[in-house]
Nanobody, 126 residues
Framework: QVQLVESGGGSVQTGASLRLTCAVS????????LAWFRQAPGKSREFVAA????????RYSDSVKGRFTISRDNEKNTGYLQMNNLKPEDTADYYC???????????????????WGQGTQVTVSS
């Protein structure tokens, strides 16, 4: 059974940066696409970014494009979300998720991710 553990959240001010980490165990990480989602208080969960299993392609929501970067280190079984120029509207619980399979390009927007972490909280104050 795959396990995902997020870390790196915190409370920062507008314009700051954070890097979230997702440690994956239990299944070969290099066989799975990786994604980050977030859920703000009172709102539904939303897609943030995803990356193919080989790290060759990635996709972002329009709200984070140009500010966030998703990456992965398959040798370390770890995924990352570098978040720059944070805004108050980025405040949310952030979750990483995986799904085994070969997904590239715009397919990454439609993956039904089936393994999830417990989340890490990000708070951005103005």
């Amino acid at each position: 059974q795959v396990q995902l553990v997020e870390s790196g959240g915190g409370s920062v001010q507008t314009g700051a940066s954070l890097r979230l980490t997702c440690a994956v165990s239990g299944r070969p990480f290099n066989l799975a696409a990786l994604a980050w989602f977030r859920q703000a208080p009172g709102k539904s969960r939303e897609f943030v970014a995803a990356i193919s299993r080989g790290g060759t392609t990635s996709r972002y929501s329009d709200s984070v494009k140009g500010r966030f970067t998703i990456s992965r280190d398959n040798e370390k079984n770890t995924g990352y979300l570098q978040m720059n120029n944070l805004k108050p509207e980025d405040t949310a619980d952030y979750y990483c998720a995986t799904k085994e399979g070969y997904y590239v390009g715009d397919q990454l927007f439609r993956v039904d991710f089936d393994s999830w972490g417990q989340g890490t909280q990000v708070t951005v104050s103005s």
